[in-house]
T-cell receptor
Framework: AQSVAQPEDQVNVAEGNPLTVKCTYS??????LFWYVQYPNRGLQFLLK??????LVKGSYGFEAEFNKSQTSFHLKKPSALVSDSALYFC?????????????FGTGTQLKVEL | KAGVTQTPRYLIKTRGQQVTLSCSPI?????VSWYQQTPGQGLQFLFE???????NKGNFPGRFSGRQFSNSRSEMNVSTLELGDSALYLC?????????????FGPGTRLTVL
């Protein structure tokens, strides 16, 4: 069975500084990896995904993520954080064959960007 | 294009009652997935429907059920509600785009069980 770990419940960063939100995964085979963001009282918004190819994936709002197969990690990054980036971030994995559209999510990381 | 619609947005029920939640996917999308979000368990997959057939099911008791209609609208039902069923229920509208599937989430239904 697949699983996703987000080791940090909360990440605090100053506006303008780079941010990293960590994610590691466990799955047999080649995973599809995702990052979603959730603002209060809202659904999930898609940020980016990795399927295959270039290990560095660029997504919405200036976010990017690096797929590292040997470390089974898919950390989310942004070079310069904004206060408006403060939200709950979820990493997710999907098994491309046999799993349909089922996503397995991590527990989420609350990002707080302060002035 | 209209997004994913979930109704109602908020719901309060008491233990032992049953509840039905509705999800209308994006026009043309034939697959719908449901997730439960709680502070303790996080986001957990409930089930997925494609063309009125359940394609995948998560690890939830039989009190949780769903269905999909010919117009792709989906409902999920929870019978004999328990306090622990209080959660945000999210619906995702799934569609094939390029070489992969893309999922669009609705705003959710916040269920409170008293």
């Amino acid at each position: 069975a697949q699983s996703v770990a987000q080791p940090e419940d909360q990440v605090n960063v100053a506006e303008g500084n780079p941010l990293t939100v960590k994610c590691t995964y466990s799955v047999s085979g080649n995973p599809y990896l995702f990052w979603y963001v959730q603002y209060p009282n809202r659904g999930l918004q898609f940020l980016l995904k990795y399927i295959t190819g270039d290990n560095l994936v660029k997504g919405s709002y200036g976010f990017e993520a690096e797929f590292n197969k040997s470390q089974t990690s898919f950390h989310l990054k942004k070079p310069s954080a904004l206060v408006s980036d403060s939200a709950l971030y979820f990493c997710a994995v999907r098994v491309p064959r046999g799993g349909g559209n089922k996503l397995t999510f991590g527990t989420g990381t609350q990002l707080k960007v302060e002035l | 294009k209209a997004g994913v619609t979930q109704t109602p947005r908020y719901l309060i029920k008491t233990r032992g009652q049953q509840v039905t939640l509705s999800c209308s996917p994006i026009s043309g999308h034939r697959s719908v997935s449901w997730y439960q979000q709680t502070p303790g368990q996080g986001l957990q997959f409930l089930f997925e429907y494609f063309s009125e057939t359940q394609r995948n099911k998560g690890n939830f008791p039989g009190r949780f059920s769903g269905r999909q209609f010919s117009n792709s609208r989906s409902e999920m039902n929870v019978s004999t509600l328990e306090l622990g069923d209080s959660a945000l229920y999210l619906c995702a509208s799934n569609a094939r785009t390029g070489n992969d599937n893309e999922q669009f989430f609705g705003p959710g239904t916040r269920l409170t069980v008293l």
